[in-house]
C-alpha cells in the first residue's frame, strides 16, 4: 500500500491528451515538491518533472505538472504511442521522515 | 556525462550478505546526497537509503534498518549498500540515485542502470 495513491493504469488515443494523478495528504503533497519519473520497461527510471512543474532540458513540453492541495497531477498532451511507459510521483514525507512513492500508473496509447 | 553504474547484485540465500557498488563519474560526487532506491519485480518504487554530501549522515527505511548500511568513498566516487540478513522480499532491482534538494524534497536524477538482487534458497 502506497502512501501516495495513483490510478494503476490510464489510455487514451495518439495525439491525445491523458492526465496522471497522485494523491497524498498534508504531510507530504499538501506540504513538499513533488516530482515525476517516466520508466520503459526493462529500463531505469527518468525524471520527467520535479518541483511540481518544472522540467529537466531534453523534457518536451507535452509534459506539465502542477498541483493542487494534497493532489498533484501530470499531463501529456500530443500522446506517442513512445509515451507508453509507467510514471511514478514521489516526494518527502514530513511524518515518516522519508521519500514516498506512488505505486505507479501504467500509460497506454491506444 | 553524468554516470551511475551500479554492481554487485546476484543470487543470495535468505540470512545472506551482499555488498552492491555505485561508480559515478561525470559529476563532483561529493557535492550530492546519494540514494539506493529499490523495486521489487513487478512492483514500485521504493526509497532504501541515502547518504548526505560529507558522508558522514546516513536514513533508512524502516524495512531495511539495522540490516542495511550506506557508505560512500569521495575519493573513488563511489557508493555502497551493505546488505545484511537478507530476506526473500528484499528481492528486487537496486538503483543507485543521485539526489537534488528542493526545499526539503529529494528528487532523484540521474538513476543507475540497477543491479538485481535475488533472495532465495
Known amino acids: 500500500q502506497s502512501v501516495l495513491t495513483q490510478p494503476p493504469s490510464v489510455s487514451a488515443a495518439p495525439g491525445q491528451k491523458v492526465t496522471i494523478s497522485c494523491s497524498g495528504s498534508s504531510s507530504n503533497i499538501g506540504n513538499n515538491y513533488v516530482s515525476w519519473y517516466q520508466q520503459f520497461p526493462g529500463t531505469a527510471p527518468k525524471l520527467l518533472m520535479y518541483?511540481?512543474?518544472k522540467r529537466p532540458s531534453g523534457i518536451p513540453d507535452r509534459f506539465s505538472g502542477s498541483k493542487s492541495g494534497t493532489s498533484a497531477t501530470l499531463g501529456i498532451t500530443g500522446l506517442q504511442t513512445g509515451d507508453e511507459a509507467d510514471y511514478y510521483c514521489g516526494t518527502w514525507d514530513s511524518r515518516l521522515r522519508l521519500t514516498v512513492f506512488g505505486g505507479g500508473t501504467q500509460l497506454t496509447v491506444l | 556525462e553524468v554516470q551511475l553504474l551500479e554492481s554487485g547484485g546476484g543470487l543470495v540465500q535468505p540470512g545472506g550478505s551482499l555488498r552492491l557498488s555505485c561508480a559515478a563519474s561525470?559529476?563532483?560526487?561529493?557535492?550530492?546526497?546519494m540514494n539506493w532506491v529499490r523495486q521489487a519485480p513487478g512492483k514500485g518504487l521504493e526509497w532504501v537509503s541515502g547518504?548526505?554530501?560529507?558522508?558522514?549522515?546516513?536514513s533508512y527505511a524502516d524495512s531495511v534498518k539495522g540490516r542495511f548500511s550506506i557508505s560512500s568513498d569521495k575519493a573513488n566516487s563511489t557508493l555502497f549498500l551493505q546488505m545484511n540478513s537478507l530476506r526473500a522480499d528484499d528481492t528486487a532491482i537496486y538503483y543507485c540515485?543521485?539526489?537534488?534538494?528542493?526545499?526539503?524534497?529529494?528528487?532523484?536524477?540521474?538513476w543507475g542502470q540497477g543491479t538485481l538482487v535475488t533472495v532465495s534458497s
Open positions: 547518504v548526505n554530501e560529507s558522508g558522514h549522515n546516513t
Open positions: 518541483e511540481d512543474n
Open positions: 561525470g559529476f563532483v560526487f561529493g557535492g550530492y546526497v
Open positions: 540515485a543521485r539526489g537534488r534538494i528542493a526545499g526539503v524534497t529529494l528528487y532523484f536524477d540521474p
